[in-house]
């Protein structure tokens, strides 16, 4: 088994925006040399996310719109009184900062149209993405 480890950065420019960085992770994947395996990838971040859906503009707007909803701005969250980004962190908590997906014949195993995207919610921000390709 082979282990490929990179790093990237993101700047992101708002409070709240939405990054595919599925090509990112496909140039990683072609410099790993590994054909079938997992790629795990980890946001080292506590106010922004991870997740897979289908690479579609109305489909993100509507997923930033039901965050926040579900979660939206309030100056009572407790948290605010040290840092005023609760909200952002609660919705890294319900979406997650990891994200795997598996590799078959040195491609990535998601659907036409499926990608892997940052979700920012404290923006801006420089973020970073560790990607570590495990295979042979």
């Known amino acids: 088994m082979r282990i490929h ?14 990054h595919d960085i599925r090509p990112a992770l496909e140039e990683i994947l072609s410099k790993s040399d590994i054909v079938d395996g997992v790629c795990h990838v980890f946001l080292p971040h506590t106010t922004a996310a991870l997740y897979i859906n289908d690479c579609e503009e109305n489909l993100k707007e509507d997923f930033e719109i039901i965050l926040q909803k579900l979660v939206p701005y309030h100056s009572s969250y407790v948290h605010n009184m040290i840092d005023n980004n609760a909200e ?17 014949g040195a491609r990535f195993d998601l659907k036409e149209g499926q990608t892997v995207y940052l979700a920012e919610f404290d923006g801006p921000r420089q973020r970073s993405v560790i990607v570590k390709i495990m295979g042979v």
């Open 5 to 18: 480890t990179e790093k990237f950065g993101i700047k992101t420019t708002n409070p709240l925006e939405g």
């Open 88 to 104: 952002a962190h609660l919705k890294s908590i319900f979406i997650g900062n990891y994200a795997a997906v598996p590799i078959t």
